[in-house]
């Protein structure tokens, strides 16, 4: 199961340049991890080694508590990405650019400076204001979550603009 959930975020990263933003990250990702488990699921069928009912009560147990993990932390993983995308796309274009830079591609204030064509202090200053931004952002999705529906619907329209 491991191999499996390994396999799905390899053709993930791997294939990243190909997600073209039609769809949701997450749909995406879910047809991903679907193909490959499909794709592992035929692949047994044809090498058969052990099956389920082979296992014992106790190792059925351990089965089913890594898979509930798995699966946990697929969709952490998912829910994650999907708040990131969000909340970068609170951001300008230049201030996406900037955090995904630093953040993301661990490049340091003198790179992003050249990279950019902008000055040191600007790109501090950028870094420094899109993470406000963001935080900002990240409250205000926080404080939805508190409200009642009605409420709901004025914090959302703040949020998504």
Known sequence: MEDAAQEVF???FTQLG???GRGSMEGWLTRIATNTCLNIVRGSKRRPELTVSDLSNVESGWLDQQLGEVN????NNIVAADLADRLLGTLSREDQQTLLMIDGENASIKEVAAATGWSESKVKVRAFRARKKI????EKLLSYKGKPAG???SVSSKVSR
Request: charged letters at 45%; a negative charge; glycine letters at 0%.
């Open 10 to 12: 390899l053709k993930a």
């Open 18 to 20: 190909s997600f073209e």
């Open 72 to 75: 946990d932390s697929i969709e």
């Open 135 to 138: 935080r900002e952002a990240m």
């Open 151 to 153: 409420a709901r619907d």
